[in-house]
């Protein structure tokens, strides 16, 4: 199959109006995270059904006949275990694809793997070997070896043919409405991350949060929101803001503080047990947001990952083992349809209202397979 390498807009734009008459487009990126918040794109790999196409995003300046292209519900992207792709399409395009068909969850609907790789899944259906020595290498250095491009190329060289094959079966299955719920799941979470709203909830997926009291948590929730703010402002990890350590060891003694009315700049600057660094370089900015009323929201201690009930355990466990029957039963890998982590989360909304409330993960399709299992293992005592 040709290669051609795209590095100026005439040659994309006429390329997206040939694609936009092509149902499916494989596509996929190779970029770079190691030191920076967003990741920086350094290639975007297409193949459609004439050849593969390299286009190289540092000498592209007008994206716009792609964005419309992949805006349109005619043309389905077809990638492989797309999450930080997609993640990467709305931070540096601001968009995202509409129609969506992704490899990896395909072959979780037909138990070849719940996360198997390109090259195993290649190797599996097509029996050709993919050369992974270049996984590592630096995409945004320029310029691209041959060695490189034939890589990224061989990325999506096979998506479409492997998209031909795992559809035929997933429809022969009669999981094709399943398969899709699942594709515009993987859309719905994409979109969310970059939305301000959803940071206020980040809160809970800080280890060892449910240690803390209520007051504790409502710091917690601000600390993380504002750390949401600064990582993408500086362009920075997460981390190198402030790690979840740091964090929670601010949380007690601040909380205290401030119900005693006693929280000043110098309390910040030397709680214990916290990056010296971060304090002098952020407390300041920190005793304005927490004295500040209009960043405070309300928090749930019962969305906290905090140890389960003897009762919840023994209802878990039974609830794993019902989704595992059932994938079995299905053919579909196990972990597709009962994770462990979105059935806590189930089992955790259960104790707090009392019924099953089937939201998130468990709105869809698993309801229709699990609801009766899980609504008898529930009702036990």
Not at 168 to 192: H, P, R, V
Not at 228 to 240: D, F, L
């Amino acid at each position: 199959m040709p290669i051609e390498y795209i590095d100026d807009d005439a040659t994309l734009s006429a390329l997206c109006a040939q694609w936009s008459h092509e149902e499916f487009l494989a596509v996929d990126t190779e970029f770079e995270r190691t030191s920076t918040f967003y990741a920086r794109i350094g290639l975007l790999q297409i193949a459609d059904s004439k050849g593969c196409y390299l286009v190289d995003p540092l000498c592209i300046e007008d994206w716009s006949p792609f964005k419309a292209l992949i805006s349109s519900p005619s043309c389905t992207l077809v990638m492989h275990s797309c999450s930080e792709d997609l993640n990467l399409f709305q931070t540096f395009l601001g968009c995202l694809p509409v129609s969506l068909f992704d490899t990896q969850l395909a072959a979780a609907f037909l138990g070849i793997g719940f996360s198997i790789s390109y090259q195993g899944l290649v190797e599996q259906l097509l029996g050709v070997e993919v050369a992974k020595d270049e996984t590592r290498s630096d995409w945004i250095k320029r310029p691209l070896s041959e060695k490189q491009k034939l890589y990224a190329a061989t990325d999506v060289r096979y998506l479409l043919q492997i998209r031909e094959i795992l559809s035929e079966q997933i429809q022969l299955k009669g999981m094709t409405d399943w398969m899709q719920a699942e594709c515009d799941q993987q859309l719905a979470i994409a979109q969310k991350i970059e939305q301000e709203s959803n940071w206020q909830t980040y809160y809970t997926g800080v280890s060892n949060a449910w240690r803390l009291d209520n007051g504790g948590l409502e710091v917690l929730q601000q600390l993380c929101v504002w750390r949401e703010q600064k990582a993408r402002q500086r362009n920075k990890p997460r981390s190198w803001i402030v790690k979840d350590n740091d964090l929670l060891s601010l949380c007690a003694e601040i909380a205290e503080a401030t119900n005693s009315d006693s929280l000043s700049i110098d309390i910040i600057k030397n709680i214990e047990g916290v990056d010296r660094r971060f304090l002098s370089r952020s407390a300041e900015e920190l005793f304005l947001l927490l004295n500040n009323p209009a960043n405070r929201g309300e928090v749930d201690p019962g969305l906290l990952n905090k140890p389960l009930s003897t009762s919840l355990r023994k209802k878990l466990k039974l609830s794993k083992q019902a989704a595992n029957n059932k994938a079995e039963e299905l053919g579909m890998s196990p972990e597709l349809l009962g994770r462990k982590k979105y059935l806590v989360d189930l089992l955790r909304d259960y104790e707090k209202h009392g019924a099953l409330r089937w939201s998130g993960e468990f709105a869809g399709w698993r309801r229709e397979l699990l609801e009766s299992e899980l609504t008898a293992i529930l009702g036990e005592d």
